[in-house]
T-cell receptor, first 109, second 116 residues
């Protein structure tokens, strides 16, 4: 079992829909990251969370430390949101990031 | 604020040739990371620098890969000689970084390497 699990693996939705991507982890962490990767390969850091909730534009990220679970929400989705969304954690015991497998999101116009 | 810069963006070489990638981190970021991302997989950390010192290079194939960060700012990653399995996206990231290297990492656009 991977230490960081994301669901769904693939998600296709219509423009305007509310999107939720989930991340569960099995190790103690000091922080959780949500990142976005477009087909060209570059990665953009969206959020770093250690508790609670953060919002940036149409993106919202939440984390429940007790349940070892985080969600990334996109409101009013748009085709330009199409990308791979990756969850990664900083484990307590190590500075190296542990990466989820990513969720490929396609938003159709 | 300028982001992490990388060059080149794309490179195609033949096996057994050499290649070098360059990274300029965000100003003031002490920690710099090089990752290798093979298609369909998550990024793998190759090397982590704290200023100009190496913190971790345990997953760097040292027989062919080398990296340096001479003045604690820019960094270069070299592959010599390249193999077909080196085809990947090479990502550079930086963070303000305490000695632990934790904290938000900012990624560059990556260099897509194709070895033929």
């Amino acid at each position: 079992k991977n230490e960081v699990e994301q669901s769904p693996q693939n998600l296709t939705a219509q423009e305007g829909e509310f999107i939720t991507i989930n991340c569960s982890y099995s190790v103690g962490i000091s922080a959780l990251h949500w990142l976005q990767q477009h087909p060209g390969g570059g990665i953009v850091s969206l959020f770093m969370l250690s508790s609670g909730k953060k919002k940036h534009g149409r993106l919202i990220a939440t984390i429940n430390i007790q349940e070892k679970h985080s969600s990334l929400h996109i409101t009013a989705s748009h085709p330009r949101d199409s990308a791979v969304y990756i969850c990664a954690v900083n484990p307590d015991s190590n500075y190296q990031l542990i990466w989820g497998a990513g969720t490929k999101l396609i938003i159709k116009p | 604020e300028a982001g992490v810069a990388q060059s080149p963006r794309y490179k195609i070489i033949e096996k057994r040739q050499s290649v070098a990638f360059w990274c300029n981190p965000i100003s003031g970021h002490a920690t710099l990371y090089w990752y290798q991302q093979i298609l369909g997989q998550g990024p793998k950390l190759l090397i982590q620098f704290q200023n100009n010192g190496v913190v971790d290079d345990s997953q760097l194939p040292k027989d062919r890969f080398s990296a340096e960060r001479l003045k604690g700012v820019d960094s270069t990653l070299k592959i010599q000689p390249a193999k077909l399995e080196d085809s990947a996206v090479y990502l550079c990231a930086s963070s303000l970084g305490a000695a632990s290297g934790r904290g938000e990492q900012y990624f560059g656009p990556g260099t897509r390497l194709t070895v033929t």
